[in-house]
């Protein structure tokens, strides 16, 4: 009958011999530092599980996500070398409000691990929560989950957050690009408007954050996940108190432009890649 027990020890020691190998070939080195941060998500989402439950034991859930990003930095930062340069960091501990920033690739999670703020949760699509561990942590630290392609769940999603934000002054992390570009160069991608219509309604300040682009870092179509620092940068936050509905399409568009002009500023170390 098979082991499962020698699944992690079978997985390390394949990490083990691909970065022997990586000290020699590009694509070993790639695939052996892709297979050490699905360990590293594995393992800080299991303790991820396990914070979350004891914080709703004692009323603290609200950092729940903040206190396993923290553990994902301290962790994956050293082991990846890769560290995140924030300018603005203390804009991030505006509260209540909505956060957004560009989405690049799953190595956002670690950039989440080095700038999430306290009582903040971020926003994930429906069919995460299903997911072992991952999906069991985020469901129980307060996740708004958003079914695409329902509009009435989504609605009424939002509707809870808006309640959140309100009631307990709980932030919300969102990216409103709403799915990874794998940008090898500075880009966005359009912007949805959800993040903007949930900030004029609860009425609390937008806080984009911009990531510089770090196709030098991770780049899949190249093969390439090196070590290396990234910049951020926090811009100031964009008072909704006198908004409507109405401003929602000038908002998204203003807050697309000025972080598109930051990225494009920030630049890529390495040049651009191509994006395929």
């Not at 969102?174 to 880009?187: A, L, N, Q």
């Not at 300040?205 to 951020?232: S, W």
Request: hydrophobic share 45%; proline share 5%.
């Amino acid at each position: 009958m098979f082991n499962l027990s020698l699944i992690p020890v079978s997985i390390l020691g394949l990490i083990m011999v691909l970065s022997l190998l990586g000290r020699v070939f590009k694509t070993c080195r790639f695939y052996a530092r892709i297979l050490t941060c699905y360990v590293l998500l594995a393992t800080c989402a299991t303790y991820g599980v396990v914070a979350s439950v004891a914080l709703r034991i004692v009323g603290k859930v609200s950092i729940a996500q903040w206190t396993t990003a923290r553990a994902m930095k301290m962790v994956g930062c050293p082991i990846m070398g890769i560290d995140f340069e924030v300018e603005g960091e203390e804009i991030l501990e505006t509260r209540p409000a909505v956060f957004v920033s560009n989405h690049q690739s799953e190595l956002d999670i670690l950039f989440l691990g080095r700038a999430f703020p306290k009582h903040c949760s971020v926003t994930a699509k429906r069919s995460l929560k299903y997911l072992p561990f991952l999906g069991w942590f985020m469901a129980l630290s307060g996740t708004v989950f958003i079914d695409r392609g329902n509009r009435q769940t989504a609605i009424k999603a939002f509707d809870g957050a808006v309640k959140e934000i309100k009631g307990n002054k709980q932030s919300v992390w969102i990216f409103p690009e709403g799915t990874r570009s794998y940008f090898g160069k500075p880009d966005l991608l359009p912007f949805k408007k959800g993040a903007f219509h949930l900030a004029i309604q609860a009425g609390v300040p937008i806080v984009p954050v911009v990531v510089q682009n770090y196709a030098h870092v991770l780049h899949l179509q190249d093969r390439t996940f090196e070590p290396g620092t990234i910049k951020v940068k926090v811009l100031d936050p964009i008072p909704t108190e006198k908004l409507t509905m109405d401003d929602v399409e000038r908002v998204v568009t203003s807050t697309r432009e000025a972080m598109l002009k930051e990225i494009k500023a920030m630049g890529s170390p390495h040049g651009d890649l191509k994006t395929e």
